[in-house]
């Protein structure tokens, strides 16, 4: 009679990976509290030795240097930790918002996720699918084209088609690090807010959360894709982004074939305007920057205002540029549905700011849920001046960073206790949008573009009466007219 083994036969691969599963979430913790510790500390204590110093040309030289060092020890963070820093990096590291140390090392880390193996990506495919690669394409590029936090892309060719798709397949395993990388970051920003800088960040950081959960169900993003779209098409004669075509019957929650665009990235537009010939300042390529700048703010006020469905993540790597100075938006893993009431309470503050008016803009920084508590004697300039920092685009005449965190921002002096959590996406897509501006070498409103379409918006949820449109209209080219002089 045989027996078996004494013992049974031991699983050591198993062990391993699940070992390695359990042990990696609390590595990375510890790795993001000890480097956050030392660039947070680093910082107070120079605060506390720039003090002493009078000079002001040297204050800016040692803040200079204080920053490049601190963009080092950010990008080696963002850099080695990966997943979820990368999108830290990519809203931090806005021309706009940041030091410019800061911005000049973060912006390379937009398309540096590292792309995991083909052998390892394969499987999926094929699982998610249900069919052998070489079944389903003619052709497929096991090089991907980008890699990002969550998920990379292939360039692909069905077969029996003549036309090029794209596979974006999820990094397996991504979705419990990125959370445990999220409820690091929301721990120190309530110490932040608790020590430095009062803002209601713990309902921002519960909408980012509950944003970056949604993008792990790649069934969700087909179907916002094909809703963009179409409203866009609606409502427009002539589409002013193109939005990529989904193929049907291939989306699973880890896997999105798409129609392929060929475009370059909008990040590499000086480059390639250098290549042709183009002086990136000359009457061309301003034209041309101009008229990207156009289509995207047209695209994105119809999308929030009008319809309240929009794309949410409007960053350089996300925005293609395609023959004849199209625009492509790609990657809906972000999107937004604004409730009713948020998206008219919107459309009020984007009148309010296009026409300068500071009255009614505080109302309406009220009606969407904004609680403030005013620390200066100047109440409704800096509630303005808030809102406006917030909620567009526009920089200030001589200004090319806003530094929302420096001693005389608004932000400092007017404490925002309270801030609406679904109303994070259009603060985060404005940011987006004034730091693609400020990158293009552009300075506009899109408080004042969007205008028009706040004013159909209120009329149409029967707000604003036809007169009463043709008032508002009349009345906001008056006050900007006498707030220029």
């Known amino acids: 009679m045989p027996f078996g ?34 660039i947070y500390t680093g910082y107070k204590v120079f605060q506390a030795q720039v003090s002493f110093v009078k000079d002001v040309k040297k204050q800016e030289e040692m803040w200079e ?9 950010i990008y080696n963070m963002c850099s080695e930790l990966g997943g979820f820093f990368l999108k830290v990096a990519q809203i931090v590291g806005k021309p706009d918002l940041a030091p410019a140390a800061w911005v000049k090392r973060l912006v390379t880390l937009c398309d540096q996720a590292p792309a995991t193996p083909y052998h390892v990506i394969r499987p999926v495919i094929e699982t998610e699918l249900g069919r052998s690669i070489d079944d389903l394409f003619e052709t497929f590029d096991v090089n991907p084209l980008g890699s990002a936090s969550i998920a990379q892309v292939h360039r ?18 991504v979705q419990n690090l990125m959370m445990t990388d999220l409820r690091n970051l929301q721990a120190f920003t309530v110490y932040l807010q608790k020590t430095d800088i009062q803002f209601d960040f713990h309902s921002v950081m519960s909408e980012m959360a509950k944003q970056i959960g949604y993008e792990f169900d790649f069934t969700r993003e087909a ?12 409502n427009n004669k002539k589409c002013p982004v193109k939005v990529p075509r989904v193929v049907k019957n291939m989306v699973t929650r880890r896997v999105l074939v798409m129609e392929y665009i060929n475009g ?8 390639e305007m250098a290549k042709r010939g183009l002086d990136p300042g000359g009457k061309m390529a301003v034209a041309a920057k101009q008229n990207i700048l156009k289509s995207l703010t047209l695209a994105y006020g119809q999308m929030i ?3 309240g469905f929009f794309h949410a993540d409007p960053h350089p790597g996300n925005i293609l540029i395609c023959k004849g100075s199209k625009v492509a938006l790609i990657d809906y893993g972000q999107v937004k549905d604004l409730p009713e009431n948020l998206r008219l309470g919107y459309a009020n503050l984007v009148i309010a700011i296009a026409d300068d008016d500071p009255i009614r803009a505080i109302e309406s920084l009220r009606e969407l849920g904004i609680i403030t ?31 929302p965190f420096s001693e005389e921002s608004s932000i400092k002096k007017v404490a925002v206790q309270g801030f609406p959590e679904e109303l994070f996406s259009v603060l985060r897509t404005v940011i987006l949008l004034r ?16 205008r028009p379409i706040a004013l159909e918006a209120l009329r149409q949820a029967g707000r604003l009466k036809d007169e009463e449109v043709n008032k508002s209209q009349k009345m906001g080219i008056i006050r900007r007219t006498f707030r220029r002089r």
């Open 5 to 38: 083994p004494l013992f049974p036969s031991f699983d050591f691969d198993g062990f391993r990976e699940n070992l390695s599963t359990r042990i990696l979430p609390f590595q990375r913790s510890v790795q993001f509290w000890v480097r956050t510790a030392d």
């Open 156 to 173: 692909a060719r069905l077969s029996g088609d003549k036309n090029d798709v794209v596979v974006k397949v999820q990094h397996p395993g």
């Open 305 to 307: 205002l009008k319809c």
């Open 373 to 403: 508590q005013p620390k200066c004697e100047n109440e409704q300039q800096e509630l303005f001046k808030l809102a406006q920092s917030m909620f567009d685009t526009k920089l200030p005449p001589g200004v090319k960073m806003l530094q």
């Open 65 to 73: 240097r204080q920053h490049e060092l601190a963009a080092e020890k």
């Open 264 to 271: 370059i990235p909008i990040v590499k537009l000086g480059d």
């Open 223 to 234: 179907a916002a894709m094909e809703r963009i779209q179409q409203f866009l098409q609606d």
């Open 435 to 450: 730091g693609l501006s400020v990158g293009l070498g552009l300075n506009y409103s899109c408080a004042e573009q969007w």
